[in-house]
């Protein structure tokens, strides 16, 4: 993988972390809502997962925001 997907994967998942504490929510409230494995959430927090869209869309509705606020990140 390239670094500069690496960075765009860290990045997604630092938006992911901060949206969910935000909202107060813990890892597993997270999965609870959006039916996505907790273990997954923690990888894809820290820049360390991959992921689908479809699991970008749960994440989102489980924050209860549009996908595209996980997704703000550059694209240089």
Do not use: H, W
């Not at 998942?13 to 409230?29: P, Y």
């Not at 997954?40 to 927090?45: A, H, L, R």
């Not at 820049?47 to 694209?75: C, H, R, S």
């Amino acid at each position: 993988m390239k670094d500069i997907d690496r960075d765009r994967l860290k990045k997604i998942g630092e938006n992911l972390l901060k949206m969910r504490e935000a909202k107060g929510f813990s890892q597993e409230e997270l999965s609870y809502r959006c039916d996505v494995d907790r273990a997954k959430i923690s990888k894809v927090e820290n820049g360390q997962a991959n992921l689908y869209v479809t699991t970008l869309i749960e994440l989102a509705k489980g924050l209860n925001v549009p996908p595209k606020k996980l997704l703000d990140i550059d694209f240089d």
